[in-house]
């Protein structure tokens, strides 16, 4: 029973959505919404989960001052600070000022000119949505702007040098088709490169008529090579994904259930 | 006189484990010089992904309707970022309208900080030649096909709870075939979800402009028509700078894309010339060695799989 | 007085002329820019056409109106068709501005350029005609006595009139959004149409009719410099749900050869029959690496992508943590697992759980190694890199799909001299991770992966009857594409034209 009607859930749900993408009525397609809408319910608490457990174990392990507390002891300031910068942002939002917010409103639509000036909402001390509106919650904005961002950045561009040292540790010309790639990838990187795409057909392409522009050779590889051999790999995922879905749906494979079925 | 040949295969045995601080160092030189000299402008080369986009946004008349989605974080901030001012720059100065929107929480701020600006600088107004809708949770295939049926649907306030009904601009985007094409930039594969979505169902042209890491994904989307143009990583914003200025549709579209190309040019050439050291050392180290008689085999790294 | 001679006398007098320009600019500047300006507003709000403008008899209609069911849709679209006005005198017009599937733009020459700048500026011109002329289409519930101008407060919102450019002959009517009210006593009051909330109040309340049982009348005009013709009415029609989705036909049948060979080769492999299947070394390897944490004593770390739950690259990243949890609960090794999303998080948790309870080690499990770390890209792979360093782990998993963050784990991997094995299909990352990782599952390989590590025969006929399809896929390219290509050479454009639809569908 334990095992049965986990199984019996997944299959009839997944013959149903297959089902409803040749489908098209109603019915379906609202079975299709209401799953959705569903699995965004379900996304939202377990985000509390999520959060808690980030907490939980992060308070741990500040509170016994092991090796590397002080990381677990700044994820937890760094969450407290962001979450209170974001909800309680709204008490230090200035009021609008509803004349000027009249005035914008006529002059541009004068049809909704009409709209008589009790329909505005009355101003609320305070407005739990507005904390995350950057435009008026400067506290968050900054914290965003100036904390957030350039960290993301950051790693982000540590790209740039993980990128150089691999290319240097693995791009080696071993035999022919590593040499056929080596060779791609250069060609690539300098054409992707103005300064060098450009100065290569100053210089050369356009005094050697057999030597094409820089540009149209990377282009080419990106186009052809390149999309060739990601659809080889594409066809391979797409039906290598059907047979997974179809092991998951004979239960061969229960994956909701820790692995192989049986 | 046998000494010789020993120090030489140790000077290519060293090229061969440069440590990767040192690449490190180059890299950051490379990055960081062009920017701190002023003017060093490189000259770029428009492609056909860029122009194509370009064309597609030319071709349309004054008074259509744009969807640009900022589908990204502040992380990729510097390399797309570009490629929305650029792209705003274009569609305000044929009097295009721009609705933007985000599957990426952080994406809203960072369109309201870029159309603000250009808006500025044409003197656009919000709500009558932009709209800033905001973020929407629930992934692009519910999004998108929820605005198809009806924009109020999915988004019922703009970013900043204004009702669409009072927004001037929204008489004109009603639902998702009221717009003439959807650009998404997107450091991940969101231009593929509107390519899905709002391209195969709604028939609504859709474009992209992507990292330079997630490029390589979108050249069979161009192929098929699914994408009109996409913009490949900072030099696809660079290309568009460049349209923009050879087109004279704004003088002044030289921005960080533009500038960042001299540091791009010299990177790309710094990693371009370490892979020759290491592929020089390892054939010389590789000979020596078959000179020495030696038969051990070294490689560079560990060992790599195929 | 020499420099006034030759060149020099051409500047002076510029500059002169150019200062009398200036100052009669200044002067005058005042008047004629204000009356300018004026004109160009008045320009730019007269022409929407404001209806409803004088009947023309002199105008003629569109002709052979009809109108059609969207196919395959779920009923919430109907097809207006017509053609266009013998009034009319625009081109002929598709919706999509140009042809780009011939990739026209590619490699364009500067006379191209100036070719296709003519050409758009004509398109331009083109567009400023569209305010002037067009057809005006109208919607009513037949149960309505008149087509409306205007949403009227008394009979409802129904449809504000639709303007369509001249030189289009067709009109895709899916604004089935504003619902009509059923009956005379359920109206709608106000002047503005229902915020969704009311809509959803009203749908809720029943007080909407669906579109599908509702029956609709349409009328269309065409119109031009303030007057318009006779309209063509359309009485009583609808749109109907359809039962099966036409365009999907050929995902259908190679759907379903391909699940008939992948099923039949499960069965055959039931019974017995001996299959053949690859050695893998990326999987052969699972099994070494964590045999070599658990020599080390350091924990093994586990990543699950950055896809969500439904995700199938994700549903085989929880199968392959299900073997490997197995493992690392009979040798009692530490598993680490970040998430970064929370769903994948409770999904993970309940799977290592079944594996240590699957080898009778339940009170081994500890639920907060599998950890919900962020949900923002580069600040997982930050928090991951983080892991790495600090606890030192011995094999690092990368299961799933992922983006630019790829090689930030990838390479603080190889840094930190852990053994790495990579199960992906993000075709973009492959290079990064073959580049630092030690072992790579690309693509089928990684969804095979529970397949050959479990070398169940059931398993590894699914895995036969994939190459198989795979098989037929090639084949039939390769057929249809020496059709096309004989096709085309010989002339016979019809045959090769009906080979490239075949594949249409495939790409849109």
């Not at chain 2, 306030?157 to 094409?181: C, Q, R, V, W, Y």
């Not at chain 2, 959807?182 to 509107?194: K, N």
């Not at chain 2, 704004?250 to 533009?258: D, K, V």
């Not at chain 3, 300018?36 to 929407?48: G, H, V």
Request: glycine content about 8%; proline content about 6%; hydrophobic content about 45%.
């Amino acid at each position: 029973m334990r095992k049965q009607v986990p199984f019996l859930i997944a299959t009839v749900m997944g013959i149903a959505m297959v089902a409803q993408f040749f489908i098209p009525t109603h019915g379906l397609v609202q079975m299709q919404s209401v799953v959705l809408l569903y699995g965004r319910i379900i996304g939202a608490f377990a985000l509390v989960l999520g959060v808690a457990s980030l907490i939980r174990i992060n308070w741990i392990r500040a509170k016994r001052k092991g090796e590397g507390w002080t990381y677990a002891a700044v994820t937890i300031i760094g969450f407290v600070a962001m979450f209170l910068a974001g909800s309680l942002g709204g008490f230090f939002i200035a009021p609008e000022e509803p004349a000027e917010t009249a005035a914008v409103t006529s002059e541009s639509a004068p049809a909704e000119a009409a709209v008589e000036p009790a329909a505005t909402p009355p101003q609320k001390s305070y407005d739990f949505g507005a904390g995350l509106d950057m435009t008026k919650n400067r506290v968050f904005a900054w914290m965003f702007d100036y904390i957030y961002t350039p960290m993301d950045a950051t790693i982000f561009a540590l790209l740039a040098f993980y990128v150089a040292s691999a290319a240097y540790r693995a791009m080696r010309a071993r035999d022919l088709t590593a040499g056929l790639l080596l060779g791609a990838a250069i060609i690539v990187m300098l054409g992707r490169a103005p300064l060098t795409s450009y100065y290569w057909d100053q210089l050369i392409s356009q005094h050697v008529k057999f030597i094409p522009s820089l540009g149209d050779v990377t282009e080419w590889l990106m186009e052809y090579p390149n999309t060739a051999a990601k659809r080889g790999v594409y066809f391979g995922v797409g039906l290598a994904a059907l047979g997974q879905s179809i092991r998951i749906l004979v239960g061969l494979e229960r994956p909701y259930m820790a692995g192989t079925g049986d | 006189m046998a000494q010789q040949p020993h120090v030489k295969r140790d000077i290519w045995a060293s090229l061969l484990k440069i440590d990767r601080r040192i690449v490190f160092v180059f890299i950051f030189v490379a990055l960081t010089v062009p920017f701190l000299i002023p003017g060093m402008n490189v000259p770029v080369e428009t492609q056909p992904p860029a122009e194509k986009l370009f064309a597609a946004i030319e071709a349309l008349p004054s008074g259509s309707d744009v969807i640009i989605s900022f589908d990204y974080g502040p992380s990729t901030k510097p390399e797309l970022s570009p490629m929305a001012t650029a792209l705003a720059r274009h569609c305000f100065s044929r009097d295009i309208r721009i609705y933007a929107m985000a599957f990426y929480l952080e994406g809203p701020a960072i369109g309201e900080q870029i159309l603000r600006e250009v808006a500025e600088e044409y003197g656009k107004e919000e709500h009558v030649d932009y709209v800033n809708l905001g973020y929407k949770p629930g992934g692009p295939a519910a999004v998108i096909m929820g605005m198809a049926a009806g924009v109020s649907q999915v988004f019922p306030t703009d970013k900043n709870n204004t009702p669409l009904g009072d927004i001037p601009a929204m008489s004109h985007f009603k639902k998702l075939s009221d717009i003439e094409l959807c650009i998404s930039l997107s450091a991940s594969t969101y231009p593929e979800a509107w390519a899905g979505f709002a391209k195969a169902r709604v028939g609504v042209p859709c474009a992209g402009g992507v990292t330079a890491v997630m490029a390589a994904d979108f050249y069979a989307f161009l192929d098929t028509g699914q994408l009109v143009g996409c913009l490949m990583g900072m030099a696809g914003a660079a290309e568009y700078e460049e349209l923009l200025v050879s087109n004279k549709v704004n003088e002044n579209a030289y921005g960080t894309a533009t500038q960042g190309m001299a540091s791009q040019s010299m990177a790309h050439i710094v990693i371009v010339a370490f892979v020759a050291i290491g592929n020089i050392a390892m054939y010389m180290s590789l000979r020596n060695q078959r000179r020495s008689g030696s038969r051990r085999r070294k490689g560079g790294s560990r060992s790599v799989n195929s | 007085m020499r420099f006034l001679k030759g060149r020099g006398a051409y500047v002076v007098g510029g500059v002169v002329v150019a200062l009398l320009w200036c100052a009669t600019a200044a002067l005058g500047q005042t008047e004629p820019p204000a009356a300018t300006e004026s004109e160009e507003a008045a320009e730019a709000e007269a022409p929407y056409p404001q209806f409803p403008m004088p009947e023309d008899p002199g105008l003629r209609p569109p002709q052979d109106v009809e109108i059609v069911d969207f196919p395959d849709d779920e009923g919430n679209c109907l097809l207006l068709n017509w053609e266009p006005s013998p009034d009319d005198s625009a081109p002929a017009r598709p919706r999509e501005f140009f042809d780009l599937k011939r990739g026209e733009f590619r490699f364009m020459s500067a006379a191209h350029k100036q070719q296709r700048r003519e050409e758009w500026d004509a398109a331009a011109a083109e567009a400023n005609k569209r305010e002037r002329s067009g057809y005006v289409i109208r919607r009513k519930p037949t149960s309505q006595a008149e087509f409306l101008w205007e949403p009227n407060g008394e009979t409802g919102p129904v449809f504000s009139p639709v303007i369509i450019l001249p030189g289009f002959r067709q009109y895709q009517d899916n604004d089935f959004q504003f619902l009509v009210p059923i009956g005379e006593d359920s109206v709608l009051r106000g002047e503005s149409p229902p915020t969704p909330e009311e809509l959803l109040e009203m749908r809720e309340e029943q007080s909407l009719l669906d579109p599908r049982l509702t029956r609709w009348d349409y009328e269309i005009r065409y119109f031009e410099d303030g007057r318009m013709s006779e309209p063509v009415v359309m009485a009583n029609t609808g749109p109907r749900g359809n039962y099966y989705n036409r365009k999907w036909t050929n995902v259908l049948l190679m759907g379903l050869v391909s699940s008939i060979l992948i099923i039949s080769f499960i069965f055959s492999a039931r019974s017995g029959r001996e299959l053949y299947v690859r050695p893998v070394a990326g999987l052969q390897a699972v099994d070494d690496a964590v045999g070599r944490a658990t020599e080390m004593g350091r924990p093994i770390l586990f990543s699950a992508g950055f896809a969500g739950v439904d995700n199938i690259s994700t549903i085989a990243a929880m199968v392959i943590l299900g073997r490997i949890a197995r493992i690392a609960a009979q040798h009692g090794t530490k598993i680490i697992v970040p998430c970064l999303d929370p769903v994948v998080m409770t999904a993970l948790r309940e799977v290592v759980r079944e594996a240590y309870v699957s080898v009778g080690r339940p009170e081994d499990y500890e639920e907060d190694r599998i950890f919900y770390l962020t949900g923002a890209q580069f600040a997982y792979a930050a928090g991951m890199a983080g892991i790495m360093v600090r606890e030192k782990t011995a094999a690092n998993f990368y299961m799933g799909y992922y983006y630019a963050e790829s090689l930030i784990l990838a390479e603080t991997g190889f840094m930190a001299g852990s053994i790495q094995i990579v199960g992906t299909d993000s075709y973009t990352q492959l290079p990064f991770f073959i580049v630092a990782c030690d072992y790579t599952l690309m693509g089928e390989e990684f969804f095979g992966a529970s397949a050959y590590l479990s070398r169940e025969p059931k398993l590894l006929g699914s895995l036969k009857g994939q190459d198989y399809s795979k098989l037929l896929i090639a084949v039939f390219m390769t057929a249809a594409i020496l059709v096309a290509t004989v096709a085309g050479l010989a002339g016979a454009d019809g045959i090769a034209e009906w080979t490239q639809q075949l594949f249409q569908y495939a790409s849109s």
